[in-house]
């Protein structure tokens, strides 16, 4: 069983920084993948990002973000955070970490139906 926690949201004006954290109970390494999601209001779970621990911690981008989020995994800490700049409106929403125990294809990592275990979010609501 992997327990995971998130911290960080808050409220933050547009063009401003704000940065999440992500800690398991266990080796967060000792998952396939550990990935970031955001539901806003209303709309449906969409990936940010995610770290493959199985490949060289190769990581992975949602293309509404690129460039300006960044992800990073400490594997001494068993934490994956996620920097965020240049918020804006669009970044609205309840961020939320997952893991996949087992590996999958690639493309898994994108989908929310393919993450085993998921924390319980925190809000981020960036104001215009």
């Known amino acids: 069983q992997v327990q995971l926690v998130e911290s960080g949201g808050g409220l933050v004006q547009a063009g401003g920084s704000l940065r999440l954290s992500c800690t398991s109970s266990?080796?967060?390494?000792?998952?396939?993948?550990t990935g970031w999601f955001r539901q806003a209001q209303g709309k449906e779970r969409e990936f940010v990002g995610a770290?493959?621990?199985?490949?060289?911690?190769?990581?992975y981008y949602g293309d509404s973000v690129e460039g300006r989020f960044t992800i990073s995994g400490d594997n001494a800490k068993n934490t994956l955070d996620l920097q965020m700049n240049s918020l804006n409106h669009e970044d609205t929403g309840v961020y939320y970490c997952g893991a996949i125990v087992a590996a999958r294809w690639l493309s898994a990592l994108r989908y929310d139906f393919s993450y085993d275990y998921w924390g319980q979010g925190t809000q981020v609501t960036v104001s215009s």
């Open positions: 770290i493959r621990w199985s490949d060289n911690n190769s990581i």
């Open positions: 266990g080796r967060i390494d000792s998952t396939w993948a």
